[in-house]
């Protein structure tokens, strides 16, 4: 492949650029890049594209090898197999997990933005509003996991699928997203409208979020974004492969690897005053809010 290494940089360029031809991945990709602005998690498609003439294959042989020999490096394995033959090929090759120390910076402070980019041969608008809030292993992680779930996860019954597309009719597609990264995650909110219904689908989200942040939700509700989420949880370990890749993802963020157990209790514990709190802490005026239209 390093060979081949001019032939690969155009092949990605060519990859990269089709795909912000699609405008849901165009707006994805101005959301990322604002949200993170000046750091390492707002790589996005577009910000590679300004720098991959640049990278040399020399750089790509440095990275590697540096990956290959200095990384912090986490095995994890599920089935049934002879784990004393594993220790004895792996064991002293990876020591116990342990957290290591991360080079990548904790993002500034987060401060209102809007941006938009006009895209000629969009047949509908695209539109992204976001908040930063706390990652993985943080104490309110499994609250908003439930607020993700409540708000626009859980498909079908999430209160803005019901009120933006079921009542309005304002929605092509409507959802909510919670993305962790080890130093930071956002929540956002994702709808594909008609380009004249812009102002009204910013103004549904608006609503909704002071609804989460005013109105307690009903033990019934938070009873079945808990067994909803618990089932999603449930859902992508179901195989050996899953159960493996779900125990390295803890391990490389600094969770042991049976902290999916730790998670579903923490998540029976949550109240709706927590909800309530989160969401005022959390889903303040300090957002982003990017739009791709015609």
Sequence with gaps: TFEEFDKEKTKLKGELTAELDSAKVKVSDLFTKTIYKNHFYGNSYTKILEEIDNVTKEDVIASYREILNNSQKTAAIAGDVDFDLIDKYLGQDIPEAKEAGSLIPIPQPLEQEYTEIIKEDANQAQILQGWRVPTIGD????????LN????????????????REKKGLAYTVRTAYETHKKSAVFSIYIGTEPSNIQTSIDGFKEEIEKIKTIPVSEEELKNAVNNLIGKQQYVTETNGQQANMM???SIMGKPFDYQAEIIEKLHKVTPKDLLDCANKYFTDDYILSVIKP
Excluded: N
């Design 248 to 250: 390295a993802y803890y």
């Design 139 to 146: 104490d309110e992680y499994p609250v908003i996991m439930l």
């Design 149 to 164: 779930i409540i708000l626009g996860a859980s498909g079908l019954s999430s209160r803005l699928f019901l009120e933006l």
